[in-house]
């Protein structure tokens, strides 16, 4: 099973700075099955990014994912106060998917 | 309008058994891979169970395999999980999401879950 380890555990920005998050894997990710969610408290995780660097439907230019084999970014260029929240990165191969541990995203 | 609604969830003994649905609209079911995910209270996701889209396909988390059971049901656009011998630490909000090729098998949406609370 893969274990994916984001870092770092929290992140103290301000609104308009730029955040980066990293996701690294135990083992190379299959085919790019890599992808982003974002959630707010009380509610259910969003999908922001699959296969590494593709937006889902709705989502600003201002996210981007990159990286390959083991070690994953998620980019967000300059911060909204709706950006605050967790970042989870996520892998899926044939028979498991497993998730990071979450990147907290707060207001400095 | 994409719709997820999760149902069944409450307070269930330790040993005891619950059966959480997943009732689909506003897609075409038969087309989506259906997976149960859960949150425990104040902690990360994971993934819980997978039915592919024929229903051939089941895959399981380790630590609800032998225990839970996935289905679905095209008629109904429904999928069901079905969760015996409950153990403490099943306490979470249980989401259910689909996901297909278009999205590399991300889940690209999610229903708002149902929390399910194990306790004597």
């Known amino acids: 099973e893969i274990v994916l380890t984001q870092s770092p555990g929290t992140l103290s920005l301000s609104p308009g700075e730029r955040a980066t998050l990293s996701c690294r894997a135990s083992?190379?990710?299959?085919?790019?099955?890599l992808a982003w969610y974002q959630q707010k408290p009380g509610q259910a995780p969003r999908l922001l990014i699959y296969g590494v660097s593709s937006r889902a439907t709705g989502i600003p230019d201002r996210f981007s994912g990159s990286g390959s084999g083991t070690d994953f970014t998620l980019t967000i260029s300059r911060l909204e106060p709706e950006d605050f929240a967790v970042y989870y990165c996520?892998?899926?191969?044939?028979?498991?998917?497993?998730f990071g541990q979450g990147t907290k995203v707060e207001i400095k | 309008e994409v719709q997820l609604e999760e149902s069944g969830g409450g307070l269930a003994q330790p040993g005891g058994s619950l059966r959480l649905s997943c009732a689909a609209s506003g897609f075409t079911f038969s087309n989506y891979n259906i997976n149960w995910l859960r949150q425990a209270p104040g902690k990360g996701l994971e993934w819980v169970s997978h039915i592919s889209r024929s229903g051939t396909t089941k895959l399981y988390g380790d630590s609800v395999k032998g225990r839970f059971t996935i289905s679905r049901d095209d008629a109904k656009k429904s999928v069901y999980l079905q969760m015996n011998s409950l153990r403490d630490e099943d306490t979470a909000v249980y989401y259910c999401?689909?996901?297909?090729?278009?999205?590399?098998?991300?889940?690209?949406?999610w229903g708002q879950g149902t929390l399910v609370t194990v306790s004597s």
């Open positions: 999401a689909r996901s297909s090729s278009t999205y590399y098998y991300a889940d690209d949406f």
């Open positions: 083992q190379s990710v299959t085919s790019n099955y």
């Open positions: 996520q892998q899926y191969d044939a028979s498991h998917r497993t």
